[in-house]
């Protein structure tokens, strides 16, 4: 029963990410990537703020507030290149592109968590990275890789390496603390350090004015990504960490459909080919795990 519930957790989090990317790529494009993070962390730490009450015992222990402030730090860092990435490619390519976290998350968590990858794992993990590398090149001309790197591709990339880590740090705080400590104080860290910057550089005026003005948008780009990270820590608290996120990789199926079919965006057909590749490898990794 642990497990079913666990894989009802993961694929409701497949499905608020999928929504959340594409709200979220609208939001960085209109008022920036530092607004449209605070704006996640204050949405998500209002509405689960009433169901962490008994949980705020668990935080008074260095190890875990070191835990929950690390993990916060690192979400602000890796948000950032995500939302960066977003704003300048297209969210068929950057979503695919961010895949690369699951061989990073299963990496740690065969390091730290004792989880065990087999031949078999190993080679799908391989077939992830040939559909990122076709996803990530407008042409498949080598000899100039670098003018044909989509734009936000490296941006995308190093985000990914980052929620590698954070898929990590959120399960191991979830296993530690608890599911709802794992999101809701991380976002307490990372929008009282937005909220700074923002304030040094843009002023709380414009801030409060594009909450205004953008108050739809913001409020269903902060409830679905603070419903896809609960979900995601629910679902690793009893589930194996490779299994949870290789199903949750599913994700840019959701977010490419959405892009192509609103965003009318475009991609070529090796781009086709390689997020197939990378999506539905994702999607059996979690069959054979």
């Keep these: 029963m642990l497990i079913e519930v666990s894989l009802i957790f993961a694929f409701l989090a497949t499905i608020c990410w999928g929504f959340g990317d594409f709200l979220i790529q609208k939001s960085v494009r209109k008022i920036g990537n530092l607004q449209s993070l605070a704006l996640i962390g204050i949405v998500g730490a209002i509405a689960l703020f009433p169901f962490i009450l008994h949980d705020i015992k668990n935080i008074f222990n260095l190890y875990n507030i070191g ?10 860092v890796a948000a950032i290149f995500d939302f960066e990435a977003l704003k300048r490619g297209k969210i068929s390519v950057i979503d695919v592109l961010i895949e690369l976290e699951l061989p990073v998350t299963i990496i740690l968590g065969f390091v730290f968590f004792k989880e065990v990858l087999s031949l078999q794992q190993i080679g799908i993990i391989s077939l992830i990275f040939i559909g990122i590398l076709l996803m990530a090149f407008k042409h498949l001309n080598f000899k100039k890789h670098v003018k044909s790197f989509e734009k936000g591709a490296f941006l995308a990339i190093l985000a990914a390496l980052g929620m590698g880590l954070i898929n990590f740090l959120t ?44 108050k739809w948008l913001v409020l269903a780009m902060g409830i679905f990504d603070t419903l896809a990270w609960l979900s995601y820590a629910y679902a690793t608290n009893k589930g194996e960490i490779a299994i949870i996120t290789a199903i949750t990789e599913s994700y840019p199926a959701l977010a490419m459909f959405l892009g192509l079919w609103i965003n009318k965006e475009r991609i070529n057909l090796h781009q086709y080919i390689g997020a197939g590749l990378a999506i539905v490898s994702s999607i059996f990794l979690s069959f054979i795990s």
């Design 67 to 76: 835990l929950l402030l690390l993990l916060g730090i690192i979400t602000f």
């Design 171 to 214: 399960a191991a705080s979830s296993r530690q603390i608890s599911p709802l400590m794992a999101v809701w104080f991380p976002w307490i860290v990372f929008t009282i350090i937005c909220i700074f910057f923002i304030w040094s550089r843009e002023g709380i005026r414009n801030f409060s004015n594009n909450i205004s003005k953008f």
